[in-house]
C-alpha cells in the first residue's frame, strides 16, 4: 500500500544516531535559549517593575518576557539558512548513502562526511537555501491542484473542509523539499539547478502516489507530535513556575516550543526517511517526462527560475555570481 517502511526508517535513524544526537543538540539547544533569554527578559523587566506599583511589576514581567521570546526567534530565523545547510542537507546526504546500501569513507565521522557531502553539491549555503525557497514554491504550486478541485465543488459548508485540507496538504507535503535537494546528492550532480529540476519533474509526474504516501506521514507526525505536547507540558509549566511575574500563558507556548524540538530532532528525520524511501522507490529507472516539465514551466515561473539558474550554472557558480564576486559582493 505504501511506498516505504517505517521499520527500515527506525533503521536509518539508528544508523545515523551521530546526526540524531547533533540534531537533537541543536533543536534543544534553541528551545533552551528560548527558555533563558525569555526568562532573563522577564526577569529583568521584572525588577525594573519594582519602581512602580505591582500592576506595573507584572506587565513590565510581561513585556521582558515578551522582547527575550522575540529576540530569540528573530535570531533563529537569521540562522534559518545555516541550519539547512549543516543540519538538514548533511543528515540527508549521509540518509541517502545507507538507503542505496553505500558504504560511508572509514575514518571519517558521519558529520564531517555529510558536510563534505553538501558542501561539494551546493558549494555555498546561500545556493542551497535559494534553491530550497524555489523547490517550496514549485511543489505548492504542485498541490495546488488537488487544492484547487476541492475549491470548484458546489457543497454547501465545504469551505472549512477545504481549509483544513489545505492546512493537512501543507503538512503532507512539508518534506517533499528536502526530498528533491536529496536527488541532486544522490545522482551526483555537479549542477543542483539541473538535478532539482529533473526531481521536480519527477515528483510532478508522480505528485498523487507521493501524496499518498505523504498523507500518511503527516498523521504519524501530528500523532506523534500531539502526544509530545500532552508529555511537555508538565515540565513547561515547572519553567513557567520559575520565571517572575504573571506567566501563565507561558506553559502553553513552552509545551509548545519543547514539543517542536522533538518533532525537529526526532520525528521530522523519521518522516524524511520515509519520503526519501517513497520517492527511491517511485522514481526508480523513471526518466522526466518533457510533458510534465512543460506543464510545470506553465504552472509555476518558480520552476522556470530553477532552469534559467540551471542553465547559467558554471562550475559551481552562476555567471551572476562569478560578477558580484570579483565585484566583493556576496551573491
Known amino acids: 500500500m505504501w511506498d516505504f517502511s517505517i521499520s527500515k526508517s527506525i533503521g536509518l535513524m539508528?544508523?545515523?544516531?551521530?546526526?540524531?544526537?547533533?540534531?537533537?543538540?541543536?533543536?534543544?539547544?534553541?528551545?533552551?535559549a528560548y527558555v533563558l533569554i525569555t526568562g532573563t527578559g522577564a526577569g529583568i523587566g521584572y525588577g525594573v517593575g519594582a519602581f512602580g506599583d505591582q500592576d506595573f511589576q507584572i506587565s513590565s514581567s510581561f513585556w521582558g518576557g515578551i522582547i527575550g521570546f522575540g529576540a530569540t526567534a528573530g535570531a533563529v530565523y537569521?540562522?534559518?539558512?545555516y541550519i539547512l545547510y549543516v543540519v538538514k542537507a548533511g543528515h540527508i546526504a549521509v540518509l541517502v548513502e545507507l538507503?542505496?546500501?553505500?558504504?560511508?569513507?572509514?575514518?571519517?565521522?558521519?558529520?564531517?562526511?555529510?558536510?563534505?557531502?553538501?558542501?561539494e553539491r551546493f558549494v555555498q549555503s546561500s545556493v542551497l537555501f535559494g534553491l530550497d525557497?524555489?523547490?517550496k514554491g514549485v511543489i505548492a504550486a504542485v498541490t495546488g491542484l488537488m487544492q484547487?478541485?476541492?475549491?470548484?465543488?458546489?457543497?454547501?459548508?465545504?469551505?472549512?473542509?477545504?481549509?483544513?485540507?489545505?492546512?493537512?496538504?501543507?503538512?503532507?507535503?512539508?518534506?517533499?523539499?528536502?526530498?528533491?535537494?536529496?536527488?541532486?546528492?544522490r545522482t551526483r550532480a555537479d549542477n543542483p539547478w539541473a538535478a532539482a529540476e529533473e526531481a521536480l519533474v519527477l515528483y510532478g509526474q508522480n505528485h498523487r502516489q507521493m501524496i499518498k504516501n505523504a498523507a500518511f506521514i503527516a498523521v504519524v507526525v501530528y500523532v506523534l507530535s500531539f502526544l509530545v505536547f500532552l508529555v511537555m507540558l508538565a515540565p513547561a509549566a515547572l519553567v513557567v513556575y520559575l520565571i517572575p511575574g504573571s506567566w501563565s500563558a507561558g506553559g502553553?507556548?513552552?509545551?509548545?516550543?519543547?514539543?517542536?524540538?522533538?518533532k525537529a530532532a526526532l520525528i521530522e528525520p523519521l518522516a524524511?526517511?520515509?519520503?526519501?524511501?517513497?520517492?527511491?522507490?517511485?522514481?526508480?529507472?523513471?526518466?522526466?517526462?518533457?510533458?510534465?516539465r512543460d506543464r510545470l514551466n506553465g504552472l509555476s515561473r518558480k520552476f522556470k527560475s530553477i532552469g534559467e539558474k540551471a542553465q547559467s550554472w558554471v562550475g559551481g557558480t552562476s555567471p551572476a555570481q562569478t560578477i558580484s564576486g570579483a565585484q566583493g559582493v556576496r551573491p
Open 14 to 32: 539508528a544508523r545515523t544516531a551521530p546526526y540524531v544526537l547533533f540534531r537533537m543538540a541543536v533543536y534543544f539547544g534553541i528551545a533552551v
Open 78 to 81: 537569521l540562522a534559518r539558512e
Open 99 to 119: 538507503i542505496d546500501g553505500r558504504a560511508l569513507p572509514e575514518g571519517q565521522g558521519q558529520i564531517a562526511y555529510g558536510a563534505d557531502v553538501v558542501r
Open 133 to 135: 525557497q524555489l523547490i
Open 148 to 185: 484547487g478541485i476541492a475549491n470548484f465543488l458546489p457543497i454547501p459548508g465545504l469551505q472549512p473542509l477545504v481549509g483544513m485540507f489545505r492546512a493537512f496538504l501543507k503538512v503532507a507535503v512539508g518534506f517533499v523539499d528536502e526530498v528533491i535537494l536529496a536527488h541532486a546528492m
Open 252 to 262: 502553553l507556548v513552552f509545551a509548545l516550543l519543547f514539543a517542536w524540538a522533538v
Open 272 to 292: 524524511i526517511c520515509c519520503m526519501l524511501q517513497a520517492f527511491f522507490t517511485l522514481t526508480d529507472g523513471q526518466t522526466p517526462d518533457p510533458a510534465w
